[in-house]
């Protein structure tokens, strides 16, 4: 089992960068995928990126392509989003979360463990 906590939301203009980060609890963090999730008000959770157990496959949705980045750091059994040129339309709720199997799933379905999220605010 692994416990994750979102840490790095905030409220940030249009065009600028925020990097969140999720720390996972247990000695097991580098057998999971990793992927983050978003949801904004009204709407449904979405994928937006997943990262691979070693870190060497990564797969972003195309709606964050070429401006979010994720990464990991097994030694410190974190998982970060870095994001860039944000929009208003990535304000939403943004949740880490992991699982066995496969960094191509972008369902939320079979992620089985889930932080609380932390709040991105983009101001036009």
């Known amino acids: 089992q692994v416990q994750l906590v979102e840490s790095g939301g905030g409220l940030v203009q249009a065009g600028g960068s925020l990097r969140l980060s999720c720390a996972a609890s247990g000695r097991t963090f580098s057998s999971y995928t990793m992927g983050w999730f978003r949801q904004a008000p009204g709407k449904e959770r979405e994928f937006v990126a997943s990262?691979?157990?070693?870190?060497?496959?990564?797969y972003c949705a195309d709606s964050v392509k070429g401006r979010f980045t994720i990464s990991r750091d097994n030694a410190k059994n974190t998982v970060y989003l870095q994001m860039n040129s944000l929009k208003p339309e990535d304000t939403a709720l943004y949740y880490c979360?992991?699982?066995?199997?496969?960094?191509?799933?972008?369902?939320?379905?079979?992620?089985?463990?889930w932080g609380q999220g932390t709040q991105v605010t983009v101001s036009s």
């Open positions: 979360a992991a699982r066995s199997g496969s960094w191509l799933e972008v369902s939320s379905g079979p992620y089985a463990y």
């Open positions: 990262i691979s157990r070693g870190g060497g496959n990564t």
